[in-house]
Nanobody, 123 residues
Framework: VQLQASGGGLVQAGGSLKISCAAS????????VGWFRQAPGKEREFVAA????????YYADSVKGRFTISRDSANNTVYLQMNKLKPEDTAVYYC?????????????????WGQGTLVTVSS
């Protein structure tokens, strides 16, 4: 099972970036998917999650209204559109496949993790 996160990079504060997470159909098909992030010296934290159909989404308060999670089931890909980026959004972003068809805000709710993609927001 492999999850491949991509699309990270350097962006100025206020800018936008869209990151992607691709996986096999077997990994994603009936599972919720989540995005987490980990900044240097900090614990990994929840960012957003989406259920297997794509109709239910969850967001951390810190990103609500700025980030949008979506999924393209036909291509087994989940996206995170990040707008109005702030320097405090700088982190390695990880995608993960949930244990159930719904996402979770908890790390323990996920069984497979991708390798992460670095997002750096300059002030």
């Amino acid at each position: 099972v492999q999850l491949q996160a991509s699309g990270g990079g350097l962006v100025q504060a206020g800018g936008s970036l869209k990151i992607s997470c691709a996986a096999s159909r077997r990994t994603f098909h009936n599972n919720g998917v989540g995005w987490f992030r980990q900044a240097p010296g900090k614990e990994r934290e929840f960012v957003a999650a989406i259920n297997w159909r794509g109709g239910v989404t969850y967001y951390a308060d810190s990103v609500k209204g700025r980030f949008t999670i979506s999924r393209d089931s036909a291509n087994n890909t989940v996206y995170l559109q990040m707008n109005k980026l702030k320097p405090e959004d700088t982190a390695v972003y990880y995608c993960a496949a949930a244990r159930t068809s719904y996402g979770s805000r908890r790390l323990a709710g996920y069984q497979y993790w991708g390798q992460g993609t670095l997002v750096t927001v300059s002030s």
